[in-house]
């Protein structure tokens, strides 16, 4: 079993959007999967026929993919497995580890009233479990798993440790109701095995499903896969994520302006740890990533150190697929898309737009001055900056600009003079300049814009500034 190569899962419910806390499991498998030349799958737990819509399940495809986490093979529905499902209750049944159970909804009801008045447990002990089956009436039943009645189950845990559960906890759970629907405990388990998961990595609202699930795995024969239950995401409240502590869904990052690397990095860190590493990349986090290094206790989201995270990843990626993911950003968040012209000056600029911008909109706000067309309307601030002074200032600066050499130096130069010749600093120069030039307070400094932008360009908008 431990030579056996790693297969993992993540087996979302189509709930109409993919929650963090998904996506952060899901993250966790696959990381342990393709870090050991492992299989990722990826089954979508459909039963629930009335929340399991198309749309819904799309949405976890959509979430999947733009956070890159790739599985093998096609996804599996937990729905169209039903049959099998039933087979193995059968077989269940056949082998006495599990029983018909004849019991109607009021006799159960009646049993849960006496149990209570009576101050036992209302856990139901159905009369049918020892029944002798020359006694069944020819009646509706449901399948219900024989579980130990005394004595301990003991869940061997990655994360939790052994968790001991005390096998009088445990109900004769229904397998199969009586019209031939699996139950969703029995499902998991059916096609876990199937699907040959050996590592079970999941959020530790499943803890106490797992002992009720080992009794399947247990009554079939079948080997249990190792389980690492991992605590849920809190807020910065340190209670349990919620709509009030802000975005839920996956795809609102995604409208936020994260890139995914960035997104997958921090989800990562959200629980997990490798030393004092923060910021790494997928390469890194594949090869690092362990059950070892999954904390106890729950980890808080933290949209600051996200931000942070981002400008990071940001700053390090490429070029083009920095624009690539704009793009994809644009489309999601129900923004205008890019033209050609914008799509060829964003490539052009984006040497100094991704230093220090947290995430894609201040990129783009950076990126006004080429995005836009002149002549430029400067916001409020920028146009404090072009006093009569300064217009003054800029204009002398025109002809100079005229005949410069268009590098570096020779801009920093010419600046330079013509902020002596006026007796003021070059911060003074540069200013209404950057209120020329990108309308904005906030832009690249103001040789990048030049450099990126050209001279032709640079004198209209000066020209414009100080018509
Ligand atoms: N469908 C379950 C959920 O979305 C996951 C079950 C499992 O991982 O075993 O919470």
Redesign the pocket.
């Known amino acids: 079993m431990n030579d056996a190569p790693v297969v993992t ?5 189509p ?1 109409g959007y993919m ?1 963090i806390g ?1 996506a952060r ?1 899901a993250l966790f498998n696959w990381l342990y999967a393709r870090g050991r030349g492992g299989k990722f799958l990826l ?1 979508i ?1 459909d039963t629930d026929r009335a929340r399991s819509t198309p749309e819904a399940t799309e949405a976890i495809y959509r979430g999947m993919r733009w956070l890159g986490l790739d599985w093998d093979g096609d996804a599996v529905s937990q729905f169209a497995q039903a049959d099998r499902h039933a087979e193995v209750a059968h077989e269940l049944l056949a082998r006495g580890k599990a029983f018909k159970c004849f019991s109607t909804q009021e006799e159960i009801a009646e049993f849960r009233e006496a149990a209570r008045a009576a101050g036992k447990s209302t856990l139901f002990r159905s009369p049918w479990r020892d029944a002798d089956p020359s006694t069944h009436p020819d009646a509706p039943y449901v399948i219900r798993i024989r579980a130990p009645l005394e004595g301990t189950t003991v869940i061997r845990d990655r994360v939790q440790g052994n968790v001991t559960i005390q096998n009088d906890q445990l109900d004769d759970m229904i397998l199969l109701r009586s019209d031939g629907t699996p139950t ?1 405990m029995l499902a ?1 388990v059916v096609d ?1 095995h199937d699907m040959g998961v050996t590592h ?1 990595i ?2 530790d ?2 803890l106490n ?1 797992a002992a009720r ?1 080992m009794l399947v795995f247990e009554g079939m024969g079948w080997d249990i896969p190792v389980w690492a239950h991992i605590p849920l995401i809190h807020g910065p409240d340190g209670k349990k994520l919620s709509k009030r502590h802000g975005a839920l869904g996956v795809e609102e990052y995604q409208a936020m302006g994260f890139p995914a690397a960035a997104m997958r990095n921090y989800l990562a860190r959200l629980g997990w740890s490798h030393g004092d590493d923060e910021f790494f990349t997928d390469e890194q986090a594949k090869e690092w990533f362990d059950l070892d290094g999954i904390g106890k206790s729950a980890a808080r989201f933290d949209m600051q150190k996200l931000e942070h995270l981002s400008g990071q990843h940001i700053a390090v990626a490429g070029d083009d697929a920095l624009v690539a993911e704009i793009v994809a950003y644009l489309a999601v968040a129900g923004l205008p898309a890019l033209d050609e012209r914008q799509i060829d000056g964003l490539k052009r600029a984006m040497f100094c737009l991704k230093d220090r911008a947290k995430n894609f909109p201040q990129l783009l706000e950076k990126g006004h001055f080429i995005l836009s067309k002149r002549p430029f309307e400067p916001d409020e601030k920028a146009a404090k900056s072009l006093d009569d002074v300064s217009r003054g200032i800029l204009a002398e600066l025109t002809p100079q600009l005229q005949n410069a050499s268009w590098n570096r130096d020779t801009l920093e130069g010419v600046v330079a003079q013509v902020a002596e010749a006026n007796g003021t600093k070059l911060g003074k120069v540069a200013q209404p300049l950057r209120a020329a030039l990108a309308g904005r307070t906030v832009s690249p400094s103001v040789f990048d814009m030049m450099l990126v932008i050209g001279r032709e360009e640079t004198l209209a908008r000066l020209n414009d500034a100080t018509a």
């Open positions: 899962r993540i087996a979302p419910s709930t929650h998904t499991t089954r737990e969703y998991v876990d079970v999941r959020g609202d499943h499903n699930q």
